[in-house]
Nanobody, 124 residues
């Protein structure tokens, strides 16, 4: 079984910073792209940032220049450094990863996995 466990959310004032972490665990053989998405109340889940296994990154226009995604392949962990936070960044942030892992039969398969989400609230 593969699990993605997020941490680092919380309440922060506008202009502040937070760092989110997401660690993947389980019978993992390989991880391709990893990323962060967010969902505000009453809205759809949107892409925030992604990072490929080789390190190339992609960001939503709304977070460019403020957020930085990175990963530690040895730890199967992806990070999201969020600076200059705005009230409109308030949302539940979800980690996502494309992982090749072993199932109960002993075979390896690629699947898309999601974390449980962590709340980020930007408010004074």
């Amino acid at each position: 079984q593969v699990q993605l466990v997020e941490s680092g959310g919380g309440l922060v004032q506008p202009g502040g910073s937070l760092r989110l972490s997401c660690a993947a665990s389980g019978s993992i053989f390989s991880i391709n792209a990893m990323g962060w998405y967010r969902q505000a109340p009453g809205k759809q889940r949107d892409l925030v940032a992604t990072i490929a296994s080789g390190g190339s990154t992609n960001y939503a226009d709304s977070v460019k220049g403020r957020f930085t995604i990175s990963r530690d392949n040895a730890k199967n962990t992806v990070y999201l450094q969020m600076n200059s936070l705005k009230p409109e960044d308030t949302a539940v942030y979800y980690c996502n990863a494309d992982i090749k892992a072993m199932d109960n039969s002993g075979s390896y398969y690629w699947n898309d996995y999601w974390g449980q989400g962590t709340q980020v609230t930007v408010s004074s």
